[in-house]
């Protein structure tokens, strides 16, 4: 990664700093929170793939999020396979729903606010269905047998899952960084761009677009993959219900869309905030929303590149070396 | 190279392409004249796969490629540039131009380097690294050529890349193509500032109203009253003539 | 079978002219000022709890607040849209669609927080009354909703094709800029629009709640109904509105009925991604872009 500006070195350091921090901090409550707020980042990173870098703004990454969790738990409670396989089938399972949709969505030319509503229509119909067939739990939802240890990961160390977690946002960054800069990442920016002009260069825009809500999936899996490894419990509302979407698209949104950083950033900001507000306000479901949503509206309005953008132009660096000189 | 023929359009009653065809010969650089609202565009965007015709059939470098999808007919090596120039905004010079070369590189440091040399050659050596939003509609026209060339293609379809243009940027541009002619590439050229078509075209189809309606050398072309009433309107010719002799 | 069927059908669109009233007011806003307002459910919760309170704290009957409700709510749209919506969105439909959800959100979670999630409902006796058509015995409150939903579109109409203001509205949605060059304050107009829109809501609430309930959550699913409706119906188009309402309702009706009750709202769901992928443009509306 290369920055351009002394604030995106300042903010990127602050995130660092904190993230270190929060082994020091005597008080569980923080690394819980920030354990929590880690699983949404990945949600952040995969919604950022197609919302940030595809110009493919979606409603409803509950979608791939909830069939990576169901994929897993149904596997373990229902057929007794290990959590491990559960991982890697509940990460399969995200990728194939990606392409399912992006497939069904792109073959009809659905863009825009169509594309969002569409994706909004099959969460629902995916959290409809989880909640109502006993395969899936029904309304009860799936618990899955208490096994600590790594056999199954469930890991009760609370230190050992938090910095598990961080090399798995770190993984998932790197690779985000990697698209950034790759062929694929190109077309797909180009896509965002200009879909006319991406396909008259000899871009087969159908092709990217599908690949990359199944990348988007595979990550959204992987992130409820990882609440369930995490709560050992899901059921309809928590891993499907459109809070998870919301929260998949105000982080990269206010961080930066379409950036490594932006999704990490946008959502540890929110979340601190909003954890801010619980401790001021105790007692108070839902505030916040509330609160996500008055910063969402104020980044759209004065933010419109996110915190990363907006760093960007605080003391910017000149250009040392030509890239790939 | 390119044989177009018998292609027709029609959008909701108005027959907005008919029965158009022509040739263009491979190392040669055509026009495609005529007024606003001539049926140009619409033209192009059948050929390159954009829409699909009515009727009628595109062979290219010997293949039938109606109805192939634009990136299809890119890979073959066919491409079209926009009248609207809209660089990807997000990304550099270089990298705008790179996505072009990502079609036959897949690796970045070999596109990039591509996209190096053929900005370079299109004068836009020391705008590379620039975020492509801040170029002029100069600049603009270049990069369009730079990644429409980045890809390799072997027949450019070029969309009005002197409109918005001041006299002496048309002559940079002018030159511009040219060169890139003499690298081996086949140009097809839609226009309606006829000047600019003089000086690149050695033949060129006129269209108006959606047919053809005259094929010759640009200097035929000009003393061609068909011609001249397309662009000037009923009886201009013959008022044109009598100007003269007055 | 066909003595549950009828039934079914008969009350499906019951619900379904209430779904037709909400959409009328979704496809008008979409059909002039081209965004999708993701706030309308949440206004319609907003205007269930005021019926709510209203009749729980001065014990007023649902039917005969709609005089006060109306305006209120046309005032409470006009504001949102000139001084929230047009002024955070600039103009680009991405920010629009954002804001509309940022703004249900907190509706929504102030709602929440204030009147807890707890369902409520309003106690009034002739409420469940039964009326009997065609041998299916109907709640009265579902047969009030329906004729005045009925009427009510009608009534949209004749505004929109009869009045100054009507036409000024027609104008902005054909053509933003010749409208403001003959005059026409497009701000103020499409603000009156979002008004009207939110007060089919109002409308539509006023007519739910005897029969209905409320929670914090109850606008989400409503929203998605609407949306669906508005699909369904043609994007903008207000005949469209009210057949695919009533045809949802006998949708939901009849899935509820073959699949169980959970279900029932699947069919509404499956038939929006159905109709997004193959005729995105509704029953009614114009093909778009082709």
């Known amino acids: 990664m290369r920055f351009q500006s002394l604030g995106q070195y300042g903010l990127v350091l602050f995130a660092l700093v904190y993230l270190a921090g929060v082994y020091f901090v005597s008080s569980p409550v923080w690394m819980g929170f920030t354990i929590n707020a880690l699983i949404v980042a990945l949600a952040a990173l995969s919604w950022n793939i197609t919302g940030g870098f595809g110009g493919l703004s979606s409603f409803g990454h509950a979608a791939l999020y909830g069939t990576g969790a169901y994929a897993s738990a149904i596997l373990q409670v229902k057929y007794g396979f290990n959590a491990w396989i559960g991982f890697g089938a509940g990460i399969a399972a995200g990728a194939a729903m990606g392409a399912l949709i992006g497939g069904l969505a792109f073959r009809y030319g659905l863009k825009g606010s169509y594309f969002a509503l569409v994706t909004l229509a099959f969460a629902e119909v995916l959290r409809i269905c989880a909640s109502s067939f006993e395969w899936t739990g029904g309304g009860s939802g799936l618990q899955l047998k208490l096994m600590p240890g790594i056999a199954q990961l469930q890991i009760v160390d609370r230190p050992w899952v938090y910095t598990g977690l961080l090399v798995v946002v770190a993984v998932v960054m790197l690779l985000t960084a990697l698209i950034q800069k790759s062929r694929f990442g190109a077309y797909l920016i180009a896509i965002r761009e200009n879909e006319d002009a991406a396909e008259a260069l000899g871009i087969n825009t159908y092709q990217i677009k599908v690949q990359a809500m199944a990348i988007s999936g595979a990550f959204g899996g992987l992130a409820g993959v990882l609440y369930l490894q995490l709560w050992l419990f899901i059921d309809s509302t928590v891993v499907y219900g459109s809070a998870v979407s919301v929260e998949a698209l105000i982080g990269p949104i206010i961080g930066g869309a379409g950036t490594v950083w932006g999704p990490l950033l946008g959502t540890l900001g929110l979340h601190l905030l909003g954890e801010g507000t619980k401790h001021l306000l105790p007692n108070s479901p839902g505030l916040n929303f509330v609160l996500y949503a008055v910063v969402l509206i104020c980044a759209l309005r004065f933010l419109p590149q996110g915190l990363v953008g907006f760093a960007a132009r605080i003391g910017v660096l000149r250009k040392k070396d030509q890239d790939d000189a | 190279m390119l044989e177009v023929r018998h292609l027709s359009k029609t959008f909701g009653g108005l027959k907005a392409v008919s029965d158009v065809s022509l040739d263009v010969q491979e190392g040669s650089i055509i026009g495609l004249l005529g007024p606003n609202g001539a049926g140009k565009t619409t033209c192009f965007t059948m050929i390159a796969g954009f829409t699909k015709a009515d009727s009628g059939q595109v062979r290219f470098a ?148 959606g047919r053809l309606i005259a094929h010759g050398t640009p200097q035929q072309l000009v003393s061609d009253p068909s011609v001249v009433e397309a662009y000037l309107g009923h009886g201009a010719a013959a008022r044109l003539q009598e100007g003269q002799h007055a | 079978m066909s003595i549950l069927i009828i039934p079914a059908i008969l009350s499906g669109m019951m619900m379904g002219a209430v779904y037709a009233l909400v959409a009328l ?97 309003v106690d009034i006796a002739y409420a469940y009354d039964t009326v009997e058509i065609f041998g299916a015995l109907l709640p009265f409150g579902r047969v009030v909703a329906f004729v005045v939903a009925l009427a009510a579109a009608p009534l949209v109409w004749a505004f929109m094709a009869f009045t100054r203001t009507g036409s000024a509205i027609r ?72 057949l695919a309402g009533l045809l949802l309702g006998i949708i939901e009706s009849l899935c509820g009925l073959f699949l169980g009750e959970s279900l029932g709202q699947i069919g509404i769901f499956l038939a929006f991604i159905l109709i997004l992928f ?13």
């Open chain 2, 62 to 209: 010997g293949r039938e490629i109606t109805g192939l999808s634009p990136h299809k007919i890119c890979r073959l090596g066919m491409i079209r540039t926009f009248q609207i120039v809209q660089p990807f905004a997000g990304l550099t010079v270089q990298e705008n131009i790179a996505v072009g070369a990502y079609l036959h590189h897949h690796q970045r440091k070999e596109a990039m380097a591509v996209a190096r040399d053929i900005g370079k050659r299109l004068g836009l050596g020391g705008l590379l690294d620039r975020p492509a939003a801040s170029l002029t509609i100069a600049g603009r026209k270049r990069l369009e050529l730079a990644r429409a060339l980045a890809t390799g293609a072997k027949l450019l379809l070029l969309d009005e890349v002197m409109a918005g243009l001041i006299p002496s940027e048309i002559n940079e541009i002018v030159d511009i193509i040219r060169q890139i002619q003499s690298d081996g590439h086949t140009i097809l050229l839609i226009e309606h500032v006829m000047q600019a078509v003089m000086k690149l075209a050695e033949t060129a189809y006129v269209l108006n109203q």
């Open chain 3, 171 to 242: 104008a902005v949605a054909i053509e933003k800029r010749g409208a403001e060059l003959v005059g026409i304050d497009v701000n103020h107009t499409y603000a009156i629009c979002f008004g009207i829109g939110t007060a089919c809501v109002a409308l539509a609430a006023c007519l739910l709640l005897p029969t209905f309930y409320v929670t914090p959550q109850v606008g989400y699913t409503f929203v998605l109904v609407a949306f669906t409706t508005v699909v369904l119906g043609g994007m903008g188009s207000l005949p469209g509105a009210l």
């Open chain 3, 25 to 121: 007011g979704l496809t008008l806003i979409y059909g002039v000022l081209h965004i999708i307002n993701f706030t309308h459910g949440s206004l319609l919760m907003l205007a269930l709890y005021v019926v709510y309170f209203l009749n729980f704290h001065l014990g007023l009957d649902p039917y005969w607040v709609i005089p006060f409700v109306l305006p209120l709510f046309f005032v409470v749209g006009y504001c949102l849209q000139r001084g929230l919506i047009a002024p955070m969105s600039g103009g680009s439909e991405q920010n629009v669609l954002l804001i509309t959800l940022a703004i249900s959100l907190m509706i929504d979670n102030l709602a929440l927080y204030f009147w807890t999630s707890n369902t409520r409902s």
């Open chain 3, 278 to 290: 193959f005729k995105p443009s509704g029953l009614f509306g114009k093909r778009a872009g082709a």
